[in-house]
């Protein structure tokens, strides 16, 4: 099965709510991102956590890394109608830092406003 | 800072064709690139990995001869399929590694391959 499991699959929300996703990995990691895609776009980067952090914070973006139960977390706070877009956790494929990655299969977001 | 293009945005062809899609590093080089693809509603699966200068790494499943891969620069990398089915008919993505630490690496547009 693939690296990276993320849960829920699809998530809906009311502007001004917080929305968590989640994401489980299998093998030991140095880092773990996060990206988001609006539909039928490229990805784009919202931030990396490395295996020695906990907790990292972005703007509205919270994200936490449990290395011990090999899973993480993505949280947006006071959610708006542009975060709508599907949400993917990638870690390094075959835990190397040679560049490859391995995607979850996602969280589709809708933001209601 | 870092921007990556993928030229064409979207692409119809016929069943039987050769499609090329250009992938380029607009102000940096990337010495290595990757190619996914992605159905509606899933996710990415990594197809290959471009070397500049040397030959492309294909992940298990993928057909080489079908998928032709070229990175003859340090900021050009294409990827051709070659005769084309509708079952080729994806989301094609490309993403551009700067740098050797850790995963800092930039996503292209997409090219949205449809086939007849």
């Known amino acids: 099965s693939q690296q990276g499991e993320e849960d829920p699959q699809a998530l809906s929300i009311q502007e001004g709510e917080n929305a968590t996703m989640n994401c489980s990995y299998k093998?030991?990691?140095?880092?773990l991102q996060w990206y988001r895609q609006n539909s039928g776009r490229g990805l784009v980067h919202l931030i990396l956590i490395r295996s020695n952090e906990r907790e990292k914070h972005s703007g509205r973006l919270r994200v936490t890394l449990d290395t011990s139960k090999k899973s993480s977390s993505l949280l947006i706070t006071a959610s708006r109608a542009a975060d709508t877009a599907s949400y993917f956790c990638?870690?390094?494929?075959?835990?190397?830092?040679?560049?490859?990655?391995?995607f979850g299969q996602g969280t589709i977001l809708t933001v209601h406003p | 800072g870092a921007v990556v293009s993928q030229h064409p945005s979207w692409v119809i062809c016929k069943s039987g064709t050769s499609v090329k899609i250009e992938c380029r590093s607009l102000?940096?080089?990337?010495?290595?690139m990757f190619w996914y693809r992605q159905f509606p509603k899933q996710s990415l699966m990594l197809m290959a990995t471009?070397?500049?200068?040397?030959?492309?790494?294909?992940e298990q499943g993928v057909e080489k001869d079908k998928f032709l891969i070229n990175h003859a620069s340090l900021t050009l990398s294409t990827l051709t399929v070659t005769s084309a089915h509708p079952e080729d008919s994806s989301f094609y993505i490309c993403?551009?590694?700067?740098?050797?630490?850790?995963?800092?690496?930039?996503f292209g547009p997409g090219t949205r391959l449809t086939v007849l």
């Open positions: 990638a870690t390094p494929a075959g835990g190397t830092s040679y560049g490859k990655l391995t």
């Open positions: 102000d940096f080089q990337a010495t290595t």
């Open positions: 093998t030991s990691i140095n880092n």
């Open positions: 471009s070397n500049e200068g040397s030959k492309a790494t294909y």
């Open positions: 993403s551009a590694k700067r740098g050797s630490s850790y995963n800092e690496q930039f």
